[in-house]
Each structure stands twice: as structure tokens, then as C-alpha cells.
């Protein structure tokens, strides 16, 4: 745990999911031979416990990587778990939202209240940058490069990367930083970015509040959350030409097969308007 709080940079989350993932491991191989045939019965175990696909496969990336740090530290001679086939997992298509709903959803703050001016700006900026909920919420003033139109951002792992914002995002960031900020810092000090009534900085929960509060006001009716807003900001560099490896830089994916999903969303919208309009479709 420690090694992947202060080496790994982990998140307290990830960290908290790879502890119970472990415990439940260390439980079940107590006084067994350490070999494959003990990882093969871990995984028939996990099956007979009624997990998720996706929670097998979780707890199998958990021991593996458990495995490879005892190696690493010379406490095993060899990772029972490296070549254990993990179950498929079904390809989930991203939610996303279609180019009108989403000028809906940047429209639905009340621009004349702090606060509005506040929420437009976080709209604007998750969608005209892809970053994360979590990357928002740490943003500080020092981050935002307005010359250069970028945004240094801090994802998973206290990863460091660069985003590139347009002229929306911009101009919302300037207008709530000259009206909106001075009025909710409330005397206070500090360099948070984006700030809640009483001056601190804006949490991760009521920014995912706030957008399922204007999604709803926008009448958008499919669950938004960031991630969604995220999602859109793929789905439509895709849909507008952008290269893919762009796109997976931009999002700050570390592989190439994480990004390529958005290739079938747009496959699947392909094949919806040609559904729709073409009179030998159906």
C-alpha cells in the first residue's frame, strides 16, 4: 500500500480498491503452494462468488501486480497469476452527447449570478478539453496559460499534462474569473481555481451535482456526468477528423486501445443515420 501511495502516486480510491482486492487474495492462497493451479482455483473462486466479469478481472490485474512488486523485491521467484487468461469483458460504448444537446446543456447556466458564470466556465472547460472531474476540481489559478490557450493538468497517478482550450472556454474562464471569483472568495485566500459559495474549492461531488442539475434544466434526457462531457469532447474531435493519437494525448491515455473506443462510437452513429435515411436500409 505504501509503495503505491508514495511511488505509484495512486489515488486514495484505487489505493482503498487495491487493499480489499488484496485481503480478499491473501485470504483464500493462506497456507497454500504458491503455483498456477492455486491462481487457476483463486479464479474458479472468484466465478463461484458471483463477481461481476468486471470485478474478476479487477482482482486478477490487483494480484498480478501484487506478484510482480514481490518479485521486484526478490520475496517470490516467480508471478503465479502472469499468464492466467482474464475473463473478456463486454465493450461498453461511452455516453455521449450529440452537438445540439450539449450547446443546450453550455447554455442552461444563468449567467447573470456569480455562481452561472462560475458553472458555464467549468461546462465549457470540461467540454473544450476532455479533462477529467478530478483534474477539474484541482485546477489553481497558476495552471492556465491564457496566452498560450493551455491548461496544465494533474491526472491519474499526479500525472502531468497539457491540454489545449479554445476560444469558449477562454472567454468563460476570463468572465468568471474578473465578475464571478472576487464575489464567491468571500475574503478568503487561496488558488483554487474554481470556488463554491464560502471560498474553498469546488469538490469533485458538486461539480457532478451541478452538471446533472443543468443537464436536466437543459432537457437532456440520458444521464450526464462529467465522464459524459468527456465522452462528447472525443466523440466530436473524432466525428470532426482529428487522429486518433491526438485524441489519446488530449485525454491522457496511456494506451492506444483505451481511446479507440470512441472509433465505435462514431461506427454506431455511422450506421444510425444511414438506418435513418437511406430508403434500402431496412
Known amino acids: 500500500m505504501n509503495h503505491l501511495k508514495n511511488e505509484r502516486n495512486y489515488s486514495p480510491h484505487t489505493i482503498s480498491n487495491y487493499g480489499r482486492d488484496l485481503n480478499f487474495l491473501v ?20 466465478e463461484k462468488h458471483h463477481y ?4 474478476i478481472a ?38 455521449f452527447l450529440y452537438p445540439e444537446e450539449m450547446k443546450s446543456l453550455l447554455d442552461a447556466p444563468e449567467t447573470e449570478k456569480p455562481a452561472g458564470l462560475r458553472d458555464r466556465a467549468i461546462l465549457e472547460v470540461i467540454y473544450g478539453t476532455g479533462i477529467r472531474v ?6 489553481n489559478l497558476a495552471n492556465v496559460d491564457f496566452e498560450e490557450g493551455e491548461i496544465r493538468v494533474f ?9 489545449i482550450f479554445g476560444s469558449h ?21 487561496t488558488n483554487a481555481f474554481f470556488l463554491g459559495r464560502r471560498g474553498t474549492r469546488l469538490s469533485t461531488r458538486q461539480i457532478e451535482r451541478l452538471i446533472l442539475l443543468y443537464a436536466k434544466k437543459a432537457g437532456v434526457h440520458k444521464k450526464v456526468t462529467p465522464h459524459t462531457l468527456r465522452h462528447s469532447f472525443a466523440t ?11 485524441v489519446q494525448e488530449l485525454l491522457g491515455h496511456v494506451s492506444l486501445s483505451t481511446t479507440q473506443v470512441y472509433t465505435h462510437v462514431t461506427k454506431e452513429r455511422l450506421k444510425k443515420v444511414y438506418d435513418d435515411a437511406h430508403p434500402r436500409a431496412r
Open 236 to 246: 466530436h474531435l473524432l466525428e470532426g477528423g482529428a487522429d486518433l493519437r491526438m
Open 134 to 139: 478530478i483534474e477539474v476540481a484541482r485546477l
Open 169 to 189: 472556454a477562454g472567454r468563460a474562464m476570463k468572465e468568471y474569473l474578473a465578475k464571478a471569483r472576487p464575489a464567491l472568495l468571500s475574503g478568503a485566500k
Open 155 to 163: 491526472g491519474k497517478g499526479s500525472k502531468e499534462r497539457i491540454v
Open 52 to 55: 461481476s466479469r468486471r470485478s
Open 27 to 46: 485470504g483464500f492462497i493462506k497456507g497454500k503452494k504458491l503455483d498456477r493451479l492455486t491462481a487457476r482455483e483463486y479464479l474458479l473462486a472468484l
Open 58 to 95: 479487477r482482482k486478477l490485474s490487483a494480484a498480478r501486480s501484487y506478484f510482480r512488486y514481490l518479485m521486484r523485491e526478490k520475496e517470490v521467484g516467480q508471478n503465479p497469476f502472469q499468464n492466467l487468461v482474464t475473463p473478456k469483458l463486454p465493450r461498453k460504448l461511452p455516453n
